[in-house]
């Protein structure tokens, strides 16, 4: 297997550069490397697999989002390459090189592997790393597109509540702009009416048929609730203002005192539909009395 000028296989590079992918590729070329080879610093292929896959623990368990801040720096100078890798690696696995049994006293050594299954165990190793980023990886994304879909719920939904807001005020400035409008005509309405009965009882006696009659809107049909309730009411602030308004309004409608002042006056040939016009605007005058408070 070919080497550089410090010895190092292209395993022993792999595990320096922390690609262990690359490192399970060369373990399962044909022919497999000796994993027993030491570059010139006697740091062997199977020393230098087992130190990068430490050193990928340490800065695994070290990294921001593990530990929930900075990476330890231990943990980093792990990867470091050239000489100093390689010397310290070298270093810290001489330790026990003079114990003839490979540790502590009296514990016998963990036996060696062979290359297949140091091969082996690489690959499942690799494999689970392989599978728990993958993992760790997908949840990131589904948490990640989940806060995603969040954000945007709720970015819909402030925009709704911000046109739903900007409907609920332009309804309410037109309904205000309607009813002053309403208001307005109200008064303008109610001014007429009032002019006109004047007009009609203060007038010399002659014939009365439906249009002589001043009804409080257009004609004896017009009966709609709200714009009579607008008219008559109109300036009354208060209920018992509106009491007031709507009593003399009965007076002047009562079909029999209408009957009593008016019917001698009324054309024959009209003389129906008048008083039928009159008992109708009674009517509704009770109703719009009904609803105001006591």
């Not at 970015?155 to 309403?182: C, F, K, N, T």
């Not at 009965?197 to 709200?226: E, K, M, N, T, Y």
Request: glycine share 8%; charged share 25%; proline share 5%.
């Amino acid at each position: 297997m070919a080497r550089d000028a410090r010895g190092n296989t292209p395993v022993h590079l792999a595990a320096r550069g922390g690609h262990l992918e690359a490192v399970a590729a060369l373990l399962a070329a044909d022919p497999p490397p000796d994993i027993f080879t030491a570059n010139l610093a006697g740091v062997t292929i199977t020393d230098a697999i087992n130190a990068a896959m430490a050193a990928q623990d340490r800065a695994t368990d070290a990294s921001p989002e593990r530990s929930g801040g900075k990476a330890d720096d231990g943990a980093s100078r792990g990867w470091e390459g050239g000489d100093a890798w390689s010397d310290r690696l070298a270093a810290e696995l001489s330790g026990d090189e003079d114990d003839p049994f490979g540790g502590p006293w009296g514990v016998p050594a963990t036996p060696v592997e062979s290359v297949d299954e140091f091969a082996q165990r690489i690959w499942r190793e690799m494999q689970e790393r392989q599978r728990a980023r993958a993992a760790a990886t997908s949840a990131e994304f589904v948490s990640a597109r989940e806060r995603q879909r969040a954000r945007q719920a709720e970015a819909a939904a402030a925009a709704a509540r911000q046109s739903s807001r900007i409907l609920e005020d332009e309804q309410a400035r037109d309904a205000a702009w309607r009813e002053a409008v309403a208001q307005g005509d109200a008064g303008a309405r109610r001014a007429s009416y009032e002019a006109r009965w004047q007009r009609f009882v203060a007038a010399p006696p002659a014939s009365i048929g439906l249009r002589d009659v001043p009804w409080i809107l257009s004609g004896p049909q017009d009966l709609d609730a709200a714009q009579l309730r607008r008219v008559v009411l109109y300036g009354a602030t208060d209920a018992g203002a509106q009491r007031r308004c709507i009593r003399a309004e009965l007076v002047r409608w009562h079909p029999d005192k209408f009957q009593s002042r008016f019917g001698q006056r009324l054309a024959a040939a009209e003389a129906v539909g008048v008083l039928a016009g009159v008992v109708a605007l009674s009517q509704s005058l009770n109703a719009l009395a009904a609803g105001v408070a006591t």
